[in-house]
């Protein structure tokens, strides 16, 4: 998808909301990549928020008078206006008190007008102290946002206002306007994964080697998390097992947690049966400390004494799901980030890898300290174990994810309709 829209077409209507917290001058990040990448914004802020970023900045940015009250223009009815001509309204930051006003119908300013009004996908972003966040009002306000429709994202962790620090933070502009891009692309991506359950793994597993330290790698899951999303856009039920990722996961899809490869060995393979598709685009450590240490792992002072890590395999995720279904299904698709060597080019590894694993699609990138992990783009080749091969330039993520269920979706079976025990006249119903 395409961050700009096309010559001759309309450029996508935002309506950004921004309530009253610290983090509001964030949402003048996010209002200048939103108008830079081809977006019409209107920023409509709450009176709390203006108290930390000023109108002048919002129309500096935007180049258009910014709507703050119901009263103003009334012969337009703005609050009606608004959220009937969006094509996404998008709060960053969500406080706690604007979840609450959105999760139960509150009208009192225009920015919550323009929330009941709006026919468009709506984006929450919250931002909060980590105690507000995990309060169960709020989570039970999220929750129902979330049952009718409204994409709430997860805020990030890390540093708050003052010393605080855990979650709660405002994902970043950059994250969240990937999000809105999403939204805005969903309608044009077709539901041709209507029917179906996903289970994509994301992000790098860490293998502990005492309690503060452990053995990792440079993935960011930034990928996993786009195929999660797009399969989710194309009417998937998604299951996303996430190592470690940064950034928050989509909306609309189903989050485990894991740390280590034996964790997510388990998460996948539990659910890899009753699944369709099984995406492993995780970077799975391939070893692991045959031994934890219980504390702190501490130098010595004879060099001769330092420790030494003995490291032992960890499973073959993708293996062990090739040898453990049964017919087609699930479709299996491997990831492998490779690069070349004196025995070999980046795609000789990958189709020795694709015949050894014996998948059904492998999605192939090479990767480096500037390629692949950690960035917001990449190139890849997606291998199929019939021969074929497709080139994906470099390019975002989002649009890699979209080529590679471009390549799954010819490779399901139809989907069986459900019966419907009323339409049975042997029911009784």
């Known amino acids: 998808m395409s961050d700009t829209p096309a010559p001759g077409t309309r450029a996508p209507r935002v309506v950004l909301g921004v309530a009253g917290g610290i983090a509001a001058y964030k949402a003048a990040l996010l209002l200048r990549e939103l108008s830079e990448t081809g977006h019409d914004v209107t920023v409509v802020p709450t009176a709390a928020s203006e108290r930390f970023v000023g109108r002048a900045t919002w129309e500096a940015l935007s180049g258009k008078p910014v709507a703050t009250d119901v009263w103003s223009h009334a012969d337009q009815v703005p609050h009606v206006r608004l959220g009937r001509h969006a094509d996404l309204v998008v709060v960053a930051p969500a406080t706690a008190d604007l979840l609450a006003r959105a999760a ?35 989570q039970a306000n999220v929750a129902l946002l979330r049952s009718r429709g409204v994409t709430v994202l997860d805020p990030a962790s890390g540093r708050l206002t003052g010393a605080d620090s855990g979650p709660g ?41 005492d309690p503060v330290r452990f053995l990792g790698n440079r993935s960011s899951g930034r990928q996993g998390v786009a195929l999660a999303a797009a399969a989710a856009a194309r009417g998937a039920h998604v299951t996303l097992v996430t190592a470690h990722v940064e950034g928050p996961a989509p909306a609309a899809v ?20 009753a699944s369709d598709v099984v995406v492993m685009a995780a970077a799975v450590a391939d070893f692991r400390p045959s031994a934890r240490a219980s504390a702190k792992i501490k130098k010595s002072e004879d060099p001769s004494r330092d420790p030494v890590v003995v490291l032992e395999r960890n499973p073959d995720v993708l293996a062990g799901l090739v040898a453990d279904r049964t017919g087609a299904a699930p479709v299996l698709v491997g990831f492998a980030a490779e690069t070349g060597d004196e025995t070999g080019s980046v795609l000789d590894h990958g189709r020795a890898k694709l015949a050894r694993k014996g998948c059904d ?37 989002d649009v890699v994810a979209d080529a590679v269920w471009d390549a799954v979706v010819p490779m399901l079976p139809p989907v069986v309709p459900t019966p419907d025990p009323a339409a049975d006249p042997a029911s009784g119903a």
Request: with cysteine; proline share 6%; glycine share 8%.
């Open 104 to 138: 139960h119908g509150l009208a009192d300013d225009l920015l919550t007008n323009v929330l009941l009004t709006a026919t468009c996908p709506v984006l929450l972003a919250p931002a909060m102290h980590t105690e507000m966040w995990l309060n169960p009002a709020v």
């Open 169 to 209: 933070r405002l994902p970043e502009p950059a994250d969240i306007a990937a999000a809105c891009r999403r939204l805005l692309g969903s309608g044009s991506r077709p539901r041709d994964l209507a029917g179906r359950r996903v289970v994509v793994s994301a992000g790098g597993t860490r293998e502990p080697l």
């Open 254 to 273: 189903d989050v485990v947690s894991v740390q280590t490869a034996a964790e997510l060995a388990d998460a996948v393979q539990s659910r890899a049966a």
């Open 361 to 397: 699609l492998l999605v192939l990138n090479e990767v480096g300290e500037t390629k692949g992990f950690a960035t917001p783009t990449n190139a890849v080749t997606i291998l199929g174990r019939d021969g074929s091969e497709r080139e994906v330039a470099e390019t975002s993520k």
